[in-house]
């Protein structure tokens, strides 16, 4: 029988017991432990300038006020790198690709932003929803459209990391399936087809550790707006 392409990006059970929740528990366990000496390794080393150097690019934006949640986003952006990383493993599942997972992430965060804000400026924060300067007649129109574009932000920080982990992977097994169906009748093509394929899974590694970046961004972003 054969299987729909879109089978790997099922939930997975045993014995029908779902394991997102081990599919989401996993990455925690493979980062290296922090010890009471100050560089303990290279990986250790690497960690720490890494994770210093994206907590500073993210803060550079934002307001004192905003740097309480530096500790969030770190370790929301780490987690959701380690899950799309593990997704290009063969046989792995990535919880990143299920829109539910997604939207459960973007929409707390995001509707705190808007709390936030709404408690501690609520004047600044509802004159994002009509610009200074607007014509009378306008005022309606805008307000039903800037309240549209408030509530769309985490639908579309949702199905932006969706989207584009789902078309990679879709892309990969297609491309994975050309070379191997073409490999007996025409090597040639399967190799050039084969480089592609290399070519193609390195562009995914990159795209993996973008949307991470962009979803926690754009959360700064939002955050920046309301403080």
Known sequence: MTLSFFDQFMSPTFLGIPLMALALALPWILFPTLSSRWVNNRLITLQSWSINRFT?????????????????????????????????????????????????????????????????????????????????????????????????????????????????????????TAAFVLLPLMPTVALLTTTLLLLLTLLEVAVAMIQAYVFVLLLSLYLQENI
């Open 56 to 176: 500073s690019q993210l803060l550079l934006p934002l307001n004192p006020g905003g740097h309480k949640w530096a500790l969030m986003f770190t370790s929301l952006m780490i987690f959701l790198i380690s899950l799309n990383m593990l997704g290009l493993l063969p046989y792995t599942f990535t919880p990143t690709t299920q829109l539910s997972l997604n939207m459960a992430l973007a929409v707390p965060l995001w509707l705190a932003t808007v709390i936030i804000g709404m408690r501690n400026q609520p004047t600044h924060s509802l004159g994002h929803l009509l610009p200074e300067g607007t014509p009378t007649l306008l005022i309606p129109v805008l307000i039903i459209i800037e309240t549209i574009s408030l509530f769309i932000r985490p639908l579309a920080l949702g199905v932006r990391l969706t989207a584009n982990l789902t078309a990679g992977h879709l892309l990969i097994q297609l491309i994975a």
